[in-house]
């Protein structure tokens, strides 16, 4: 198998074992106290919603000008100031930040500002890890980057709770513990960087400068800027809006149920990142046929996992809340795992869309759609929040109805620019087996055990899939399966 099969499974495998932790994290550990589980959830999204002001698109642009910054041996040149600009935007945020905070007292009144001292260094440290994490995708390698990106913040979720609740710690001492494991990430970057190809710093602007480099780099970055905060602000506006209007605890229930729910995206993450320089590559080259080729197979594959992963999610759900403290208040919030459920299978549906337009000479786009997106979820979060009843599940509709016409749209573009399309019949045959599935657990008798059943339902939405599957041959199993691919995975490069 290629390099982008095995990077890809190494990298969903590490997703799963993060995911078994964070499973298992939400189901025993964090719904004993879903307040404070609810303010780690707070923090974590609204540092990553302010940190693309202080990126400024330079991570994307390590990928996108990395063809011609190493074929003319200044890769290093260019990563280095790249982490210099971050540094440099991050002084000049935190002066914006405050000024504005004093020009507005009423600001002071926020969660976002009582919490600053937890937020603002670790903005400055994700800033960091994103440039290496786009840099070594270049090289084609993701697997040990996920374990900083992925992983490290489940421990670290899981690690902070631990101190607070079980030993007893303050919620100062959990939270340093909390900033710690994001920086133990960023050195890790930096370690396994080094490995890859021997860190030179060089901050020299003579190349960047040579032919009007800076102004391309400054031009699609601050697109990319444009593009990224709107996408961040869409994703992690849901935890802060909750945190801000509804509290603590009801941040905790909707993050429960988005890590629940999470699963079926984590094999589409490595893909992702594994598959930019492709992306890049086919189109510097006009292969408009190879990218449709490569989109659709990847669409339908990630769609069919995702369906699989769903299907199993929902109809086990009331059954695995038995088993979780405070599960009822989960229970009663199930509608949001259906409605978010399908929205990010949607999302998995049209594949890498939103990469092929941003590494295309139309990334412009992608502002105008991001920036819709945000002002769109912003927009339908307030309008539920303060209008209706609805809480959890209006913020579930929300986002799912943002996110949905942004897939549009970018379907919609990119079929009128490249003629690349990501659907196929295929997936409609997979839709049907999914429902059929799905239907058939939900109306197979229940037994007396929770247990019994959280493992027979989704067990037969399993059968039905393998079983449709071996007829229709939608998903490629046995290129998972033979010896050659499951031995090759286990080379760690």
């Known amino acids: 198998m290629s390099v982008v099969a095995r990077q890809g499974f190494k990298y969903s495998l590490i997703g799963y074992f993060g995911f078994l932790i964070g499973t298992f994290s939400s189901i025993f550990i964090f719904p004993r106290d879903m307040e404070f589980y609810g303010k780690l959830r707070y923090v974590l999204p609204t540092a990553e919603m302010l940190l693309p002001v202080v990126v400024f698109g330079l991570s994307f642009s390590n990928v996108k000008f990395f063809n011609k910054t190493s074929q003319d041996g200044k890769q290093q040149n260019f990563l280095s100031l790249s982490l210099a600009g971050v540094l440099i935007n991050f002084i000049l945020f935190i002066a914006g930040y405050f000024a504005v905070n004093l020009l507005f007292p009423q600001l002071q009144q926020t969660e976002m500002w009582q919490m600053k001292r937890l937020i603002l260094p670790l903005i400055l440290v994700l800033a960091f890890s994103a440039i290496f994490n786009k840099y070594l995708s270049n090289y084609k390698r993701i697997v040990v980057p996920n374990i900083f990106e992925n992983l490290l913040p489940k421990l670290a979720n899981l690690g902070a709770f631990s101190l607070f609740f079980f030993l007893g710690f303050p919620e100062k001492a959990a939270y340093l513990f909390f900033i710690g494991m994001f920086v133990v990430g960023l050195i890790g970057y930096v370690i396994y ?47 802060v809006m909750i945190g801000e209007f509804l509290g603590f605890e009801p941040n905790g229930v909707y993050n429960t149920l988005y890590a629940i729910i999470s699963l079926i995206t984590v094999p589409a993450m490595g893909l992702y990142n594994i598959s930019a320089p492709i992306i890049n590559k086919n189109i510097i080259e006009n292969d408009f046929e190879e990218l449709d080729r490569f989109h659709k197979k990847t669409s339908l594959s990630l769609f069919f996992l995702g369906l699989v992963l769903l299907s199993c999610i929902l109809v ?59 002002g769109t979820t912003v927009a339908l979060n307030i309008y539920f929040l303060r209008h209706t009843n609805l809480q959890l599940f209006g913020v579930a509709i929300a986002t799912s109805i943002s996110l949905t016409l942004f897939n549009i749209a970018k ?26 599935g799905m239907t058939v657990a939900i109306i197979l008798p229940d037994f007396n055990s929770n247990l019994v059943n959280l493992i027979y339902k989704p067990g037969v939405v399993l059968l039905l899939f393998f079983i449709g599957n071996h007829f229709l041959n939608i998903f490629p199993v046995g290129d998972y399966l033979n010896r050659r691919f499951l031995s090759s995975i286990f080379k760690f490069k």
């Not at 379907?411 to 429902?435: D, H, Q, W």
């Open 193 to 239: 960087t080094n490995r890859l190809e021997k860190i030179k710093p060089d901050f020299s602007t003579d190349y960047v400068r040579k032919d009007g480099l800076w102004r391309d780099v400054l031009n699609y970055s601050f697109y990319g800027f444009l593009g990224n905060i709107g996408n961040f602000v869409a994703v992690r506006i849901d935890s």
């Open 316 to 374: 086990g759900f009331p059954y695995l809340t038995a088993f979780m403290k405070n599960g009822d208040l989960l229970r009663q919030a199930e509608p949001v795992i259906w409605v978010l459920g399908f929205a990010l299978l949607f999302d998995l549906a049209t594949g890498f869309n939103g990469h092929i337009i941003s590494l295309s000479k139309f990334y412009r786009f992608n502002i105008v759609v991001m920036l819709f997106l945000a």
């Open 411 to 436: 379907i919609a573009f990119n079929y009128y620019k490249f003629r690349v399309f990501p659907l196929s019949a295929e997936m409609m045959y997979a839709a049907i087996i999914g429902t059929l």
